[in-house]
């Protein structure tokens, strides 16, 4: 209704108006077709997507809004409005403009022009709450939360290199988390023995499977969280599939199992190997669940932020599933001279 509204506003019609409204209905069908076609519209829209659904489900927001929903009204033509607010449980607050940046090498930085950057500063400003980029890195899957501050002037834009973007996020601030476990993760499947499971001379077997079991370092999860944990971890972690034979005694199939392992150790004195950070995972789900063979068939999924992931709780003690928690933040929390995430900076290359 608001965006006939807006129609028959712009061509001075009514909105009670058959005509106005058929008219409307084309319009609509037609930006429908335009949006879908576009690869870089549903990409943005869907990455825009996916830090809200990521942010909440890290755990340390307590509100997670689309800010620039609505109605806006103000003086200054020049306001850019940011994606989002955010609330975090230590009572931090956050708008957060959010960009999808697929660059075709490592040395590929993402750009925002001044005006941009001028537009969104002054919003911030305004409503006295400190602006943050959200660049998802989508190539490798990383999500960085950096402030303007860290972006460069050159001619004009403000340069983010990916180099500087991961020495300055501050994911941790969400909940984001790097972690580490001990390998290898291991599910395995077990033939029931009362069942047909002998390998005929071919080396095939048909088998019914008796019991599922998922380990940790080899020890074997009985904890019904360690399990969902684990479980998550080797569907969206960065570990690989390694092979594993079969188990079989006297021609018969006892188990069959897949194993995950680091593509390498880092050290073999070493416990834990990482897997992966919590966003990146949470991301790759999401993109599980709003894609498909031929694409993107979603910009959000059918479920709800509180279904990604499993929850770890902040004081979680693994009796065999071992977990590593590493907070990444930046050497320095801010740069001396640039007030408010460097608007000051953004306003002089505006001029």
Known sequence: MRLLDGMARRHGASIRDSAAQSEFLDDIAKALNLGAASGTLVHGLRTEGMFGFVTAAL??????????????????????????????????????????????????????????MHGLCEYSRVFDTDLYFAVYWSH?????????S??????????????????????????????????????????DPE???????????GFTIGA????????????????RIAWF???????????????????????????????????????FEFIGTLSKMLSRQYDSMTSDESGVSLLTPKAQPHDLGVLIPEDFRGENLHLWR?????????????????IERAEQAAE
């Open 195 to 205: 069942k047909d499971r002998r390998v005929d001379e071919s080396g095939h077997v």
């Open 233 to 271: 971890l080797m569907l969206f972690g960065d570990w690989q599939t390694a092979e594993m034979p079969a188990e079989i005694v006297d021609g018969e199939l006892i188990a069959t199992a897949i194993e995950l392992w680091p593509e390498e150790r880092s050290d073999d004195g070493q416990d």
């Open 150 to 191: 860290v972006f460069e002037p050159v001619g004009g834009r403000y340069v983010l290199t990916f180099a500087e973007a991961l020495k300055n996020s501050q994911m941790q601030m969400l909940g984001d988390v790097l972690l580490g476990t001990t390998p290898p993760l291991t599910f395995r499947l077990i033939a």
């Open 59 to 116: 755990g340390r927001c307590i509100a997670v809004k689309s800010e620039d929903a609505g109605e806006f009204y103000s003086a200054n033509h020049d306001l850019v409005i940011p994606d989002y607010r955010l609330v975090t449980s230590a009572g931090q607050k956050l708008l957060v403009e959010v960009k999808n940046h697929h660059p075709k090498s490592v040395d590929g930085d993402y750009r925002v022009n001044s005006r941009y």
């Open 326 to 342: 590493f907070v990444l933040k930046p050497e320095e929390l801010g740069q001396p001279g640039l007030p408010n995430g460097g």
């Open 140 to 148: 490798w899957g990383v999500w960085t939360l950096i402030k303007p």
């Open 212 to 227: 599922v079991e998922i380990l940790a370092g080899g020890h074997l999860l009985t904890n019904d969280l360690e399990r």
